[in-house]
T-cell receptor
Framework: GAVVSQHPSRVICKSGTSVKIECRSLDFQATTMFWYRQFPKKSLMLMATSNEGSKATYEQGVEKDKFLINHASLTLSTLTVTSAHPEDSSFYIC????????????FGDGTRLSIL | GQQLNQSPQSMFIQEGEDVSMNCTSSSIFNTWLWYKQDPGEGPVLLIALYKAGELTSNGRLTAQFGITRKDSFLNISASIPSDVGIYFCAGQLIGNQFYFGTGTSLTVIP
């Protein structure tokens, strides 16, 4: 149980393109989803916390107009990297947390984004 | 964001040896989690801890939630080659956000 699907697994696109990444909880309802960014050989950096039906809470230093997050249903959150540039190239990982107390977050397999 | 200090940064051990790593923070956390990440994949949950002082095992893995709620450790007994990977601790604050430690890279030499 507790499967999180992230799509696509890899994206290569030109500078200036907007890229959408989807995160789905397949067998549970995720009231909260999280988006992380990870650089090579580094830890996961929390970008934003997304609660279903409300605006995402962004961490300090993360541009909300650059990284648009939508959590329209209990099983789907999307991250759109708008007008992507080479410095946005990274490994983006989502996670989802079931409702209720004492619930861990479960991760998708990540999206490798490469901007040329 | 919050910073969790994880140590050691890397470990090179012989197969069969025991491993110990820990995380500390200046903040109080409600939940401590331990994950393992293989290259190019998302982290996989190993152990979840929800109460201060809690000691939980998962096979050869044992983790504890520190009494002060500011630290946690993970032990791996009798290591095997497939234990290779990067291990992360993660703490959850009252506000629901999770923050990750700096990671411990484990290499097991057969």
């Amino acid at each position: 149980g507790a499967v999180v699907s992230q799509h696509p697994s890899r994206v290569i696109c030109k500078s200036g393109t907007s890229v959408k990444i989807e995160c789905r909880s397949l067998d549970f309802q995720a009231t909260t989803m999280f988006w992380y960014r990870q650089f090579p050989k580094k830890s996961l950096m929390l970008m934003a916390t997304s609660n279903e039906g409300s605006k995402a809470t962004y961490e300090q230093g993360v541009e909300k107009d650059k990284f648009l997050i939508n959590h329209a249903s209990l099983t789907l959150s999307t991250l759109t990297v708008t007008s992507a540039h080479p410095e946005d190239s990274s490994f983006y990982i989502c996670s989802a947390k079931n409702r209720g107390p004492n619930q861990p977050q479960h991760f998708g397999d990540g999206t490798r984004l490469s901007i040329l | 964001g919050q910073q969790l200090n994880q140590s050691p940064q890397s470990m090179f051990i012989q197969e069969g040896e025991d491993v110990s790593m820990n995380c500390t923070s200046s903040s109080i956390f409600n939940t401590w989690l331990w994950y393992k990440q293989d290259p190019g994949e998302g982290p996989v949950l190993l152990i979840a801890l929800y109460k201060a002082g809690e000691l939980t095992s998962n096979g050869r893995l044992t983790a504890q939630f520190g009494i002060t709620r500011k630290d946690s450790f993970l032990n791996i007994s009798a290591s095997i080659p497939s234990d290779v990977g990067i291990y992360f601790c993660a703490g959850q604050l009252i506000g629901n956000q999770f923050y990750f430690g700096t990671g411990t890279s484990l290499t097991v030499i057969p």
